[in-house]
């Protein structure tokens, strides 16, 4: 059973590796930074998980703003804040590639991961792209559809982002000839994770605490 999932593996990897010189084989360097971003689809399904939050998720004991105990405050500050971080990366995530490498948008700030480090990109099973680098691991970025989910959508947009990555990070001359302007890759979302939180708990608490007359 080892060595049959040892050669599916195999087998996987060299059916990837034919498919990224294949798209090599097809590409040109494009003049402008390309972009990966969440699209309508993610701001759609982020706007209805922090609906279904509101509607279902109570606030504890001591956690509303009528009677609040610092228990019960810090346990509903805390699970708005968890819920606007989850929201804000669904909705909010960017990948943006250009000449020097690959901007990643995290909570904080939005890194760069020079091409000099890269080796591959491959789509995870959770539809986050997953960077290699020659000497140590880096970090996950985006959250496209998940495979299974792609193969009913017939979409096959973040393998697609995995393999043009992977291909620009073998072949210097695919990799795009400009640099992308400062403001275009956009900053860490901890504000508007923050900034969502505070939305959520007082929705929570118009809705559950203080209904309308």
């Given at each position: 059973m080892r060595a049959?999932?040892?050669e599916r593996r195999r087998q996987a990897r060299k059916e990837r590796r034919d498919r990224v010189e294949e798209l090599a084989g097809v590409m040109t360097a494009p003049e402008a930074?390309?972009?990966w971003g969440a699209g309508w689809g993610g701001k759609v399904a982020s706007a209805v998980v922090c609906a279904v939050f509101v509607l279902l998720a109570e606030h504890p004991d001591g956690g509303s703003l009528a009677h609040p105990r610092p228990g019960g405050?810090?346990?509903a500050v805390w699970s708005s804040l968890c819920m606007g971080w989850a929201c804000c990366m669904l909705a909010l995530w960017r990948v943006t590639a250009d000449r020097d490498g690959v901007y990643i948008r995290r909570l904080w700030s939005t890194r760069l991961l020079p091409w000099s480090t890269i080796t591959r990109v491959e789509m995870r099973h959770d539809g986050q792209l997953e960077f290699f680098g020659r000497h140590t691991p880096e970090p996950m970025a985006g959250l496209f559809a998940p495979p299974w989910l792609s193969r009913a959508v017939r979409s096959d947009r973040g393998s697609r982002a995995a393999d043009t990555l992977s291909a620009?990070?073998?072949h210097s001359d695919l990799r795009p000839t400009a640099r992308v302007e400062r403001g275009a890759i956009g900053t860490g979302i901890a504000r508007w994770a923050v900034l969502l939180a505070v939305v959520l708990y007082l929705a929570g608490e118009l809705l559950h605490h203080w209904p309308l007359a």
């Open positions: 049959g999932r040892a930074p390309l972009v405050l810090f346990f620009m990070a073998l």
